[in-house]
């Protein structure tokens, strides 16, 4: 990839710091199926950032092989349909690690409105990196006691939506809470507010939609951290 498009991916709110969970952004052209990775989504696949240019061949092929066919066919769904490419799926890294991950993603327009293709993130939900996830729970421990049946409901939501168990389902919480900078109670509550608005025959898109979106629409500065 080159270091624009690089710059680009990462500059999108892609990046994972330090105390949150791995996650990075990356974005794909339906017309000649390009491909732009952020450093986060290189580096979960074994790359240092710049070293390899992605592509659809190189992402399926470091599928798990059981979990392959799906993404293909999530893939060509995406560019038959003009969808977004949305998915929880494994896949090994180039040092022979497994991951699971869940890829949420919404459809990305022109300055026409037209859909070009689609972008969001892949957010590694393999258990690493437990010290950091514990500080930062302990952190959000209070939004938890506070507003604790909205989040209850936010994480069954999730559960359904994309196949988790309820300990995932926080973390993927907890990493919009902290990626947006948006209290966990209220990005919670806004979630559920929202679900009742959402169609049952595009459940999945629209609710990686609102994941993606919800924190614009949380209240005041008063909400925000």
Do not use: C
């Not at 990839?1 to 990075?24: D, F, K």
């Not at 003009?82 to 090994?92: E, I, L, M, P, T």
């Not at 989040?151 to 939501?157: D, F, M, T």
């Amino acid at each position: 990839m080159s270091e624009s498009a690089r710059t680009s991916a990462s500059s999108s709110g892609l990046g994972s710091s330090a105390g949150q969970l791995p996650a990075g952004a990356f974005r794909f052209w339906f017309v000649g199926q390009r491909w732009e990775w952020s450093d986060e989504v290189a580096r979960m696949h074994g790359y240092e950032p710049g070293t390899v240019e992605p592509t659809t061949e190189l992402l399926l092929s470091h599928k798990h092989p059981e979990d392959r066919r799906h993404v293909q066919e999530l893939l060509d769904h995406a560019l038959h349909f003009g969808g977004s490419f949305n998915s929880k799926h494994r896949f090994v890294d180039a040092g022979g690690v497994e991951h699971n991950v869940i890829v949420i993603a919404d459809r990305m327009h022109d300055d026409a409105g037209a859909v070009v293709g689609t972008e969001g993130y892949y957010v590694d939900l393999t258990e690493t990196l437990d010290r950091e996830r514990r500080a930062v729970l302990d952190e959000s421990l209070p939004d938890l006691f506070e507003a604790r049946a909205a989040i209850e409901q936010a994480k069954g939501a999730l559960m359904v939506t994309y196949g988790v168990d309820a300990d995932q389902a926080f973390k993927l919480l907890l990493w919009r809470s902290q990626q947006t900078n948006t209290k966990l109670r209220a990005l919670a509550a806004q979630l559920v507010s929202e679900l009742a608005l959402v169609d049952g025959a595009a459940l999945r898109r629209q609710i990686d939609h609102l994941m993606l979106t919800v924190h614009e629409r949380v209240g005041s500065n008063v909400e925000r951290r």
